[in-house]
Nanobody, 122 residues
Framework: VQLQASGGGLVQAGGSLRLSCAAS????????KGWFRQAPGKEREFVAG????????FYADSVRGRFTISRDNAKNTVYLQMNSLKPEDTAIYYC????????????????WGQGTLVTVSS
């Protein structure tokens, strides 16, 4: 069982990136998904989450209005569209999956991807 995150890179402040997280098994199309991030020297923090069918979405206050989480269950993929990026968004971004529901704590999630680095220059 694997979650493969991609789409990270270097972008200037104010720019956009779209992260993708592809699941290796179709089973994950029924899982809640979350995006977390971890900056150097900081704890992993919740960024956004989406219910198994996409009906509910959740965002951290720091990204609400700038980031959008979505999913395509036919492709076993969840996305994180990031607009108006700020230097403080610089971090490794991780996708996570859970068979129960979206939660705001990393410890809740059963499966994790390997992370993709996002660097926002000022």
């Amino acid at each position: 069982v694997q979650l493969q995150a991609s789409g990270g890179g270097l972008v200037q402040a104010g720019g956009s990136l779209r992260l993708s997280c592809a699941a290796s098994e179709r089973t994950f199309s029924n899982y809640a998904k979350g995006w977390f991030r971890q900056a150097p020297g900081k704890e992993r923090e919740f960024v956004a989450g989406i219910s198994y069918n996409g009906g509910r979405t959740f965002y951290a206050d720091s990204v609400r209005g700038r980031f959008t989480i979505s999913r395509d269950n036919a492709k076993n993929t969840v996305y994180l569209q990031m607009n108006s990026l700020k230097p403080e968004d610089t971090a490794i971004y991780y996708c996570a999956a859970d068979s129960r529901r979206v939660a705001f704590t990393a410890e809740w999630y059963e499966y994790w991807g390997q992370g993709t680095l996002v660097t926002v220059s000022s």
